[in-house]
């Protein structure tokens, strides 16, 4: 069984140009979660769809913005990068929203704001 | 609110040694716990998870983790320390309260040394 596939794996970017990654999950899982990753701030949560819905939604601008397609698979969409973009973007899958369900990551696309 | 604690940046253990990497948390219910390991420049993998039953869990690579309510603690633990268990690792909490979103801790980084 395939993992979770992200890509690009890396992406260099132009402050103030937009950039759209995309997370394949596992098949058959229909939660998919988006996180940022940074030495500083650790693992941030950023949002989680289910079934083509947003359920939750971390504290990050507007300028991030996500969707999740009839497939499952989930594309995250930053506008108007900042170097403080800059991070590891890691997206998760789960089978359900079971409370001991745990999540599956895909390895990361590496953003650099230049 | 929730939240998980992981009161030591970085662990230095020697190779054959019994390895502790801490976790504590607070949560408003019945706490489901998951430890996870990133390897450099890579997604994060599941390692074991805390649901009910047994407070002795064990994992994925020799690792096991000890349940205590009373201490409100999930800490991880090896009975032999292997060099190639050098990475970072992340204590993550749900409960019923959280809507689903894993509440995740700073992050320990373990370095084995030969």
């Known amino acids: 069984k395939a993992g979770v596939t992200q890509t690009p794996r890396y992406l260099i970017k132009t402050r103030g140009q937009q950039v759209t990654l995309s997370c394949s999950p596992i098949s058959g899982h229909r939660s998919v979660s988006w996180y940022q990753q940074t030495p500083g701030q650790g693992l941030q949560f950023l949002f989680e769809?289910?079934?083509?819905?947003?359920?939750n939604k971390g504290n990050f601008p507007g300028r991030f913005s996500g969707r999740q397609f009839s497939n499952s698979r989930s594309e995250m969409n930053v506008s108007t990068l900042e170097l403080g973009d800059s991070a590891l973007y890691l997206c998760?899958?789960?089978?359900?929203?079971?409370?001991?369900?745990?999540?599956?990551f895909g390895q990361g696309t590496r953003l650099t704001v230049v | 609110a929730q939240s998980v604690a992981q009161p030591e940046d970085q662990v230095n253990v020697a190779e054959g040694n019994p390895l502790t990497v801490k976790c504590t948390y607070s949560v408003s219910g019945n706490p489901y716990l998951f430890w996870y390991v990133q390897y450099p420049n890579r997604g994060l993998q599941f390692l074991l998870k805390y649901i009910t039953g047994d407070n002795l869990v064990k994992g994925s690579y020799g690792f096991e983790a000890e349940f205590n309510k009373s201490q409100t603690s999930f800490h991880l633990k090896k009975p032999s320390a292997l060099v190639s268990d050098s990475a970072l690792y992340f204590c993550?909490?749900?409960?019923?309260?959280?809507?689903?979103?894993?509440?995740w801790g700073a992050g320990t980084k373990l370095i084995i040394k030969p």
């Open positions: 769809y289910f079934s083509e819905t947003q359920r």
């Open positions: 993550a909490v749900r409960d019923s309260t959280s809507n689903y979103q894993l509440i």
């Open positions: 998760a899958s789960s089978p359900t929203r079971q409370l001991n369900t745990e999540a599956f």
